[in-house]
């Protein structure tokens, strides 16, 4: 059974900042892209960003430029810088890796931006 481990989460103040990260096993990290997503209850699980092993990352338009995605392959870890936070950005963050065919996650962790 394949762990991810997020740790970051927390409660900020609209326009705070957050950086999530996500802990992957060695022998999946390397060559997985890694991702986020979160979840609202009573909502469609939404896509946040996503990184491939190349580094080419891609982010939901609802993020972009506010949120940069990187990885650490030394350190085995995907991390999710978020600036600029919104109310609309409270959610459970779901890490997860993929390598197109197998799909492994973590259990997310809660960010909650209010004042």
């Known amino acids: 059974q394949v762990q991810l481990v997020e740790s970051g989460g927390g409660l900020v103040q609209p326009g705070g900042s957050l950086r999530l990260s996500c802990a992957a096993p060695g022998n999946i990290f390397s060559t997985y892209t890694m991702g986020w997503n979160r979840q609202v209850p009573g909502k469609q699980r939404e896509w946040v960003a996503a990184i491939t092993s190349t580094g080419r990352r891609n982010y939901a338009d609802s993020v972009k430029g506010r949120f940069t995605i990187s990885r650490d392959n030394a350190k085995n870890t995907t991390y999710l810088q978020m600036n600029s936070l919104k109310p609309e950005d409270t959610a459970v963050y779901l890490c997860?890796?993929?390598?197109?065919?197998?799909?492994?996650w973590g259990q997310g962790t809660q960010v909650t931006v209010s004042s």
């Open positions: 997860y890796a993929f390598d197109g065919s197998s799909w492994y």
